[in-house]
């Protein structure tokens, strides 16, 4: 359903990004940020998702700074590549990357969101509280929000969590609620990753509730 294009961030670095466009006149835009497991085949379906719902997206291929066309799976190995990968990117260079996605989207004349998941969902905070035009962002599950929670958003933000989630301790998303007391923040029954169904984390009764009040956030923030 979708394309690959290329995007030039603001230092020169060229990345690639998936983009996924409505069928009709779109509503809204909305970058959508990866897992350590790059623009891999849930990620395209993700945007395609949105892009069901009306939505101009982008998924900026933020690991091409490490790896050119990284995409995996979830096996385990998966995993410690991924967060190998992760651990050689500047957090800077990320905003960068995600910045030039909400840039391009910016030139359609719509509203643009973020949305993020797992590493990304991090992303998603830092990119409410450190691009201009983000009109809203939403973020799943992203562990290093607390690190970052004393930034102030630009415009509203929604984050969602599993309560069961090892990675993720309840006192993180206490944190962020204290500093940010009247911040939408959803807990759901379930574990890191549930929005996925590729990864047996997935809790589709928490996902599908999420993804629904994920876009009623967007339609009164973005379009």
């Known amino acids: 359903m979708g394309e690959t294009l290329t995007l030039t961030a603001e230092d020169g670095h060229r990345l690639a990004a998936y983009r996924a466009t409505p069928a009709g006149t779109p509503r809204g835009a909305l970058a959508i940020v990866q897992e350590i497991f790059g623009v891999n ?3 395209k379906r993700v945007c395609d998702g949105f892009a069901a719902d009306g939505y101009l997206v982008l998924a900026p291929a933020i690991f091409d700074r490490v790896e050119r066309d990284y995409a995996t799976g979830y096996t385990q190995p ?6 190998a990968v992760r651990g050689k990117l500047a957090i800077d260079d990320v905003v960068k990357d995600v910045r030039a ?3 391009e989207l910016a030139k359609s004349g719509l509203k643009v969101g973020v949305v993020g ?6 992303v998603a905070w830092l990119s409410a509280t450190r691009i201009e035009g983000v009109a809203a962002a939403v973020g799943y599950y992203g562990g290093g929000i607390a690190d970052a929670a004393e930034e102030r958003p630009r415009g509203p933000v929604l984050l969602h969590f599993g309560e069961t989630d090892a990675s993720i301790p309840k ?3 206490e944190k962020v609620a204290r500093l940010h007391p ?5 807990i759901y029954p379930a574990g890191h990753g549930f929005n996925c169904d590729e990864r047996g984390s997935y809790h589709e009764p928490s996902a599908r509730l999420a993804r629904q009040r994920t876009l009623d956030f967007l339609r009164e923030h973005v379009g």
Not at 78 to 83: A, N, T
Not at 117 to 122: E, I, L, R, S, W
Not at 182 to 186: D, K, R
């Open 78 to 83: 998966d995993i410690e590549r991924g967060r």
């Open 171 to 173: 006192e993180h998303y």
């Open 117 to 122: 998941y797992c590493f990304g969902g991090t």
């Open 41 to 43: 085949s849930h990620i």
């Open 182 to 186: 009247t911040l939408p923040i959803h």
């Open 101 to 103: 996605a909400v840039r």
